[in-house]
T-cell receptor, first 114, second 112 residues
Framework: EAEVAQSPRYKITEKSQAVAFWCDPI?????LYWYRQILGQGPELLVQ????????DSQLPKDRFSAERLKGVDSTLKIQPAELGDSAMYLCASSPLEANTEAFFGQGTRLTVV | GENVEQHPSTLSVQEGDSAVIKCTYS??????FPWYKQELGKRPQLIIDIRSNVGEKKDQRIAVTLNKTAKHFSLHITETQPEDSAVYFC???????????WGAGTKLIIKP
């Protein structure tokens, strides 16, 4: 069964350092989402791609976060510099282009900033 | 943009009883409404979804209802079991920009 792949699973970094997460969506899925989930809360949309184009990044803290999906396939989310408040689970999800279809989630990357 | 509100934030029910979680949405263009179950430390898993052209969908002990006029949808779990304990999230996806916006979650506790 096809899955959304994310790496790394866990990352510990010191504040002010740079960190990057990678996501490989299910083959053929045009839509890719990056979410941040703080423990005890619902996923917060950071950025949404349609193929290689950003559809929505209104909640992305652009002074320190960046995301790209250059070839419309896999995607990278970067934080530089990391802050203590960035500690969270970062989830990637993908779905086909059709609006009324399921979004499939990767295992997530658990980030701890110390 | 879309805004999804979910209630209650915590729900405690006796094993065997029913549980109901409610969500409201703001964007009339939303046409897809999934429900996800998330266990501690794991990714969200889809448990049921409903599209805007139907009012109710059922899968064994789980059912979802949708009222498009009122812009609300609900998750119903009957004959609850200990393994139903988890956090449940509703979401709404816009048919115009494909945004998938989530509710804040409901922690469901099944008491033995």
């Amino acid at each position: 069964e096809a899955e959304v792949a994310q790496s790394p699973r866990y990352k510990i970094t010191e504040k002010s350092q740079a960190v990057a997460f990678w996501c490989d969506p299910i083959s053929g899925h045009a839509t890719l989402y990056w979410y941040r989930q703080i423990l005890g809360q619902g996923p917060e949309l950071l950025v949404q791609f349609q193929d290689e184009s950003v559809v929505d990044d209104s909640q992305l803290p652009k002074d320190r976060f960046s995301a790209e999906r250059l070839k419309g396939v896999d995607s990278t989310l970067k934080i530089q510099p990391a802050e203590l408040g960035d500690s969270a689970m970062y989830l990637c999800a993908s779905s086909p282009l059709e609006a009324n279809t399921e979004a499939f989630f990767g295992q997530g990357t658990r980030l701890t900033v110390v | 943009g879309e805004n999804v509100e979910q209630h209650p934030s915590t729900l405690s029910v006796q094993e065997g009883d029913s549980a109901v979680i409610k969500c409201t949405y703001s964007d009339s263009a939303s046409n897809y409404f999934p429900w996800y179950k998330q266990e501690l430390g794991k990714r969200p898993q889809l448990i049921i979804d409903i599209r805007s052209n139907v009012g109710e969908k059922k899968d064994q002990r789980i059912a979802v209802t949708l009222n498009k006029t009122a812009k609300h949808f609900s998750l119903h779990i009957t004959e609850t079991q200990p393994e139903d304990s988890a956090v449940y999230f509703c979401a709404a996806r816009s048919g115009s920009n494909y945004q998938l916006i989530w509710g804040a979650g409901t922690k469901l506790i099944i008491k033995p």
